[in-house]
C-alpha cells in the first residue's frame, strides 16, 4: 500500500514489501470451538489471543468485537503468517472496525530480516510498536487489488463471513520485533470506516495522515489503543 512502507533485509540489500504482502500459498488452519486449535502454539479464547511464543503474549480486544477467524499463510515462499481478524459488524454486512493482527516470521531456508522506515512508536501494555496511519476512498478495493496479498487473504476471510471491508476507511499499521535478529514481528492492523462528511483527508493510493494531518493520525492511534489489551506471558 501507499504509506507505511516495511523492507525486508537480505544480505545488506533492502527489498520494499507492499503493506500488505504478497503470499503464494493459503493454508486454513483447523478450528476448535472457538475457531482455533487449542494445542496450536496461538490460539482463541474469547476475545483473546494467547500467544506461546514471538512474542509470548496474551493479546484482548475490547467488548463488542467479534472474532471472525485465523488463517495461515505463506509470504513468497521465505515467510509464514498467521493471521486473525476481530471485527465490529456496521450496516449493510460492512465492517465498522477491525482489528487484524499477524504473526510473522521468516524460514530457515533464508537470512532476511525486517525493517521499518516509520520513527512514530508507541507503547500498548507490556509491547513498545512503531507505527504509521493512513486513509483510502475504497479500502476494499485496496485490499483486493493484489490477489495474492494478505490483505486480500483477510477480505476472503471475512467474505467467508458475508462480511466486507468499508469503502471510505483509515488504519494504524503497528510493528513489534519480538527478537533481537529482527527475524519474526507481530503486526496488528486497527481500521475504521469514515463517514462521508469526515474530515479525515482521502485520495486515490492513499493519504499518509502521519503527514498530512497528523492531528487525524493521533485520534486514529488512540481508537487502536483503547481497545486493545497486550500482556506478556
Known amino acids: 500500500m501507499q504509506s507505511g512502507k ?15 504482502g504478497l503470499m503464494l500459498g493459503l493454508a486454513t488452519l483447523a478450528y476448535g470451538s472457538d475457531g482455533t486449535n487449542a494445542n496450536a502454539v496461538r490460539h482463541v479464547r474469547g476475545r483473546t489471543i494467547v500467544s506461546e511464543e514471538s512474542p509470548k503474549v496474551e493479546l484482548s480486544v475490547r467488548k463488542g468485537y467479534r472474532f471472525i477467524g485465523t488463517q495461515q499463510i505463506n509470504l513468497y515462499g ?9 471485527a465490529r459488524q456496521g450496516r449493510d454486512n460492512t465492517v465498522e472496525s477491525f482489528y487484524w493482527i499477524q504473526f510473522e516470521h521468516f524460514l530457515p531456508s533464508n537470512d532476511r530480516t525486517y525493517k521499518y522506515g516509520s520513527k512514530n512508536t508507541t ?9 504509521n496511519v493512513g486513509s483510502w476512498p475504497d479500502y476494499g478495493a485496496e485490499m483486493a487489488g493484489n490477489p495474492a496479498s494478505d490483505g486480500a487473504a483477510i477480505e476472503r476471510l471475512l467474505e467467508k463471513q458475508h462480511l466486507s471491508f468499508p469503502h471510505r476507511a483509515a488504519h494504524v499499521r503497528m510493528f513489534h520485533s519480538p527478537s533481537a535478529d529482527h527475524r519474526s514481528e507481530l503486526m496488528i ?13 482521502v485520495r486515490e493510493k492513499g493519504v499518509d495522515l502521519d503527514t498530512e494531518s497528523p492531528a487525524s493520525a493521533q485520534v486514529l492511534l488512540e481508537h487502536a489503543r483503547q481497545g486493545l489489551v497486550i500482556q506478556t506471558r
Open 6 to 20: 516495511r523492507q525486508i533485509v537480505s544480505n545488506g540489500k533492502a527489498t520494499v514489501v507492499a503493506a500488505a
Open 123 to 131: 507503547q500498548i501494555g507490556d509491547l513498545q510498536f512503531v507505527y
Open 189 to 201: 492492523i486497527y481500521g475504521e470506516a469514515l463517514l462521508q462528511n469526515s474530515a479525515v483527508p
Open 78 to 86: 521465505v515467510a509464514e503468517a498467521e493471521q486473525f481478524v476481530f
